[in-house]
């Protein structure tokens, strides 16, 4: 996205894990640009300071949402909450980083699964997000579903 001869070097990236709820307020810091005054609670944080060879404070953290889906991904942990009809995820990337065994019931997990949880609710509510369960009465998105080998129906 970012290219900038003399200023930033091609190829460049920031370290820190940046989504694309911080692209809008990165753009603005970077050209210099006041944000909106309008009141509107936005999402994102700039990592503009990055750009400019700077180091500031960043908590690696990404909030994402799509249907009827919510998570959360630190550098070590991606937790993947559903709908009441879908089974959620937790993943272990250190000790799994190809997601192969979903540890969201287990016991050694539970504690960073309720840190995860809180923050990731938090982060939603923060923005007036509606609940989950009702995404379908909130956006015009329909659900992608397909028919596995065993016979069933699901995401």
């Given amino acids: 996205i970012w290219n900038l001869p003399g200023r930033i070097r091609a190829g460049?990236?920031?370290?820190?894990?940046?989504?694309?709820?911080?692209?809008?307020?990165?753009?603005?810091?970077?050209?210099?640009?006041?944000?909106?005054?309008d009141g509107a609670k936005r999402p994102g944080r700039s990592y503009a300071p990055f750009l400019r060879g700077q180091s500031p404070a960043w908590r690696n953290r990404l909030y994402f949402e799509y249907e009827y889906v919510r998570g959360i991904r630190t550098d070590n942990l991606k937790y993947v909450e559903r709908t009441k009809k879908w089974p959620s995820e937790l993943w272990d990337l250190e000790a799994d980083p190809g997601e192969k065994k979903n540890v969201i019931d287990d016991p050694k997990h539970q504690k960073q699964l309720a840190e995860l949880r809180r923050d990731m609710h938090g982060f939603f509510q923060r923005f007036g997000a509606p609940d989950i369960e009702d995404w379908q009465r909130t956006t015009k998105q329909k659900l992608q579903t397909y028919k596995r080998k065993d016979g069933t129906v699901g995401p």
Avoid: A, K, R
């Fill in 12 to 37: 460049q990236t920031p370290d820190p894990m940046v989504s694309n709820y911080d692209f809008f307020p990165t753009i603005l810091d970077y050209l210099g640009v006041p944000m909106p005054s």
